[in-house]
């Protein structure tokens, strides 16, 4: 198989590669401050890192949601100036989260291009497992969820095989479910019908409900990865760790 490439000693045509964009929209980004400079490595070029992909994910992601310049350099600026490229990816999971649902069809020159680097058939069903891509009835073209794919992409230089993320998707797709099924329940029960029962008129029940919803929604799922990742944090701690 051949050797994933490295988010790191990247060229601007290639940092603009992998993030899907122009070279002239890194380049405007990093005269906004939006971007770190890159690193001046030998002969005068500028090389860029996981980091600046990860940010440049991010802003794309802002960007797509409707954000201006304005509210994404105000955004960024709460951010600490140290996260990895790992919290920056899960911020921008967290804003995809909003955006409706879509699939945009992709071929696999375009998907290899992002990835930088070849993909083998492994690679196309890893993804299909993570649920990042489907196939059509055209081979070299698939059905793709852009809110994810660059994390799909991440994915790909890890050492997890197919059967681990068949595995570990059910896993999770088994216990978010069964989340949203006791949160919903407890959203009825304890806001929906006090709320319900303070007056408003039935025809309006159905607007009040997807108003007062979507007012939750952002806070719930905060709680939710907030939980995870403390979760995950104390599981890697108490696991034994090999010398």
Do not use: C, K
């Amino acid at each position: 198989m051949p050797q994933p490439l490295a988010a790191d000693g990247l060229t601007v045509d290639e940092l603009a590669a992998r993030a899907g964009v122009t070279v002239r929209t890194v380049r405007f980004y990093g005269t906004r401050g939006l971007l770190p400079p890159p690193e001046i490595g030998p002969r005068r070029v500028g090389r860029y890192g996981s980091r600046h992909l990860a940010r440049l994910a991010l802003i794309e992601e802002l960007r797509n949601q409707g954000m201006t310049l304005a509210g994404v350099e105000r955004y960024l600026r709460r951010l600490p100036p140290d996260l990895h490229a790992q919290d920056l990816a899960i911020h921008r999971a967290l804003v995809a989260s909003w955006a409706p649902e879509s699939a945009e069809e992709t071929t696999r020159e375009q998907l290899e291009r992002r990835a930088g680097r070849p993909l083998e058939e492994d690679d196309v069903e890893r993804l299909a497992a993570m649920g990042v891509l489907s196939r059509t009835a055209e081979p070299t073209v698939f059905e793709v969820d852009a809110g994810i794919l660059h994390l799909g992409l991440r994915l790909l230089d890890l050492p997890v095989g197919l059967e681990t993320i068949r595995a570990a998707r059910q896993v999770v797709l088994g216990h978010t479910r069964e989340a949203a099924r006791e949160l919903s329940r407890l959203f009825h029960a304890e806001v929906w019908e006090p709320y319900r029962l303070r007056g408003s008129e039935p025809d309006d029940d159905d607007e009040a409900m997807r108003t007062l919803s979507a007012q939750m929604q952002p806070m719930v799922v905060q709680a939710l990865v907030t939980a995870f990742q403390r979760s995950m944090r104390e599981e890697l701690r108490a696991s034994p760790r090999e010398e």
